[in-house]
């Protein structure tokens, strides 16, 4: 099979896995969240700020190594593997003996037993990572949509009954860690290999070599995406928290199903093209340009339907995450434009590049979040804009001297696909103004479909080549529809 046909069929089962598992985590997530309260969502935001902290320390970049690697010795996945399990059995140990200490420290003691329950997940993470390493390498992408589906179905069942027998808090907590705990059952019944009671010095440094860089960058990374959520948790309580987390978690999901997709097949891709200069940036042009295709009108069209979608779905009382919701909404158009900078990174063995432009987000980010929480969680989240808007210039400054990429070129890639979203979000305002007196579902049925229907007609306006391609990707997710009609004569 070639590279060409293993990225396609990756894609085709990274897309089930991130569409399926993030559609069905959306459904059970809307369900508690008419069930449980945002200061319960808000507490478990403040544990998962904890736990994301220490996993920085678990697998110091090793999974990645292990799928950059031309060549790879069984001593290396042997190596990675129990140094994961070593560093993961410390860092368990140490999270629930310093759970009091952090729960002081936010002076909510109720903190204490969910973080001694979510440390024992850095076993069960240190189980998985070799595992999933390996699977990736692979584009065995099947298995990890096997993972996630299975276990967001289990997860979910359990969760919600416990929320409907009035557990609260403990409902989100136990969902998670049987998430975590179905899902390393799966890779390890879908995964052959199998670990070898051997560790090589050697073999580590030249992981570790690699893997620096990525441990750096977790490091940064942690700051750059969870800064907001400690400030948050710390300044202004779970509470607030809570209808944050709500805003970000759907940014989250249009994340992983519009964009992370293509990601996650875009780092072994580009890593076999690592010598071939002109195939890696036309196959970067053209994830760019679907990306685009996708991501952009769903993200617009977002901020311009949260004050509808987020009563609808989540209820009256989440009112407050609607403005939250449509400022980041904004922050995922730079999210789409630049998401696969650390694949190119990776994959022509510059990873000290994303730690550098790592460092500058994180510090902008931290700078911004802890000027504007004093004025609440819209003006952290417009922080967030803010930094994405700084960022997105010089990430593509380093892209063009690293692998020839015309910034020019590359953004010619999305204007179509930004002015047909433009063009769209406009009529929605209108629209929607014309359908105020009418009920709230036959509100959103037209808009969605309207927003439809004019973004693919301004998109074919403007590009009718872009039009054939995105309509070409829905012939072959769904073969059996007859598209042809549709393209550009």
């Given amino acids: ?80 593997f129990w140094t994961n399990i070593a560093v993961g059995v410390v860092l368990a140990s140490v999270g629930i003996i310093a759970a009091p200490w952090v729960a002081a420290a936010f002076n909510r003691t109720a903190l204490t037993s969910v973080l001694r329950w979510f440390s024992l997940l850095l076993i069960v993470s240190s189980l998985v990572d070799v595992q999933e390493a390996l699977l990736e390498r692979a584009f065995a992408y ?5 993972r996630s589906l299975i276990g967001l179905v289990i997860s979910g069942i359990v969760g919600i009954a416990l929320a409907l027998l009035g557990a609260g808090i403990w409902s989100l907590v136990a969902q998670q860690i049987i998430y975590e705990t179905v899902g ?35 490091v940064l990374g942690f700051i750059n995406s969870r800064s907001d959520d400690l400030l948050i948790g710390y300044f202004l309580g779970p509470t607030a928290l809570g209808f944050y987390s709500l805003a970000y978690r759907i940014l989250s999901v249009m994340t992983q199903v519009l964009i992370e997709t293509s990601k996650r097949v875009a780092l072994p891709t580009f ?19 679907i990306t685009s295709l996708i991501a952009f009108p769903f993200f617009l069209g977002t901020a311009v339907l949260a004050p509808k979608i987020v009563p609808f779905i989540f209820g009256e009382q989440w009112m407050a995450s609607v403005p939250v919701l449509q400022v980041l909404a904004l922050v995922g158009i730079f999210r789409s434009l630049s998401k696969f900078k650390g694949a190119v990174f990776l994959a022509v063995g510059q990873p000290e590049w994303k730690v550098k432009l790592g460092l500058l987000s994180s510090s902008l980010n931290f700078i911004g979040f802890a000027i504007a929480v004093r004025w609440g969680i819209v003006a952290v989240s417009v922080a967030y804009l803010i930094r994405a808007f700084i960022m997105f210039p010089i990430v593509q400054l380093i892209l063009s001297r690293l692998i020839q990429v015309s910034i020019f070129k590359y953004l010619r890639q999305a204007i179509a696909p930004l002015a047909a979203s433009l063009v769209m979000s406009g009529a929605l305002i209108l629209l929607g103004r014309s359908l105020i007196d009418f009920d709230i579902r036959f509100q959103l049925a037209s808009l969605v479909l309207a927003g439809g229907i004019i973004y693919l007609w301004a998109l074919r306006l403007f590009a009718p080549d872009a039009t054939a391609e995105a309509l070409n990707i829905a012939q072959s997710v769904f073969p059996r529809l007859n598209l042809k009609r549709l393209k550009p004569k």
């Fill in 184 to 218: 390393m059952l799966v890779l390890w019944r879908a995964s052959d290999w199998r670990p070898r009671l051997r560790f090589s010095s050697a073999h580590f440094q030249d992981l570790f070599k690699f893997g620096r860089n990525i441990l750096a960058f977790n």
């Fill in 271 to 289: 890593s076999r093209l690592q010598h071939d200069l002109p195939k890696m940036r036309s196959a970067f042009y053209k994830v760019a340009r």
């Fill in 142 to 146: 099947q298995y990890l949509a096997m």
């Fill in 1 to 80: 099979m070639s590279l060409q046909q293993k990225a396609t069929k990756g894609a085709m089962w990274a897309a089930i896995q991130n569409w399926g598992s993030q559609f069905g985590a959306l459904i059970v997530f809307l369900v508690l969240a008419r069930l449980l309260t945002p200061e319960d969502f808000g507490l478990v935001a403040l544990a998962n700020v904890f736990l994301a902290f220490v996993q920085v320390f678990l697998n110091q970049g090793f999974p990645q190594a292990l799928i950059q690697r031309e060549d790879l010795d069984p001593e290396h996945i042997d190596t990675a």
